[in-house]
């Protein structure tokens, strides 16, 4: 593994551009709180998905800007949203049922660490002087049908976040189906991880980053990077 070149992948706004288009039209997804929250920007008006906030709304729309602020409508991490046509307000205890009781399509959760497994490490880097704030990370990453990680490759040490088994204290096992980050897009399945899309580097570049052997669409370790469609 090497952390030594500089290489410059999706800006922050394009990641969340990419992991949108991506969404499945109609779908009811929950936007973790972080990076994730920016993909309700980038969904357009006849995509038909429908957002949920953990506490306690069905229907968000994008972020507030400017006189649409209103501090009373706001999303899990405190950013003052917008309303879509029909949305709807509800108790926390039936928001968590929802997402318990595998209601949403997706969830898009961000990451301190995802495993080769898909297991998620995200509410915790073990630390002492860290705060622990696990929220609903845990009934996401478990209750939704699939759980998507939005996230830098690396971390500002330039230490990578997908790795081959995680060191922080996990929030879920297996339930990563897809890594979106600055650099690449990765599957995450049975044989293995593939890379999916590449962005600002090659894929040699991305083997040498990491410690986790990257798949082609035949299966074969350390090739070549695939595409779907």
Known sequence: MSTGATLHGLSKGGLAARVARDIPRGAFVNLGIGLP???????TPD?????????????????AQEDAVDLDLINAGKVPVTELPGASYFHHADSFAMMRGG??????LGAYQVSARGDLANWHTGRSDDIPAVGGAMDLAIGAKQTFVMM?????DGVPKLVPECTYPLTGVGCVTRVYTDLAVFLIGDE????????????????????VPLLDRAGNAQTMVWSEG
């Open 37 to 43: 929250t920016r993909v309700g920007n980038h969904l």
């Open 47 to 63: 995509s038909g998905v429908m957002l949920h906030t953990e506490n306690g709304m069905l229907g968000m729309g994008p972020e």
């Open 103 to 108: 209601h949403l399509d997706v969830c898009v």
């Open 152 to 156: 830098n490759l690396l971390s500002r």
């Open 192 to 211: 293995g991880v593939a890379v999916r899309d590449l962005f600002g580097c090659t894929f040699e570049e991305l083997v040498d980053l990491l410690e």
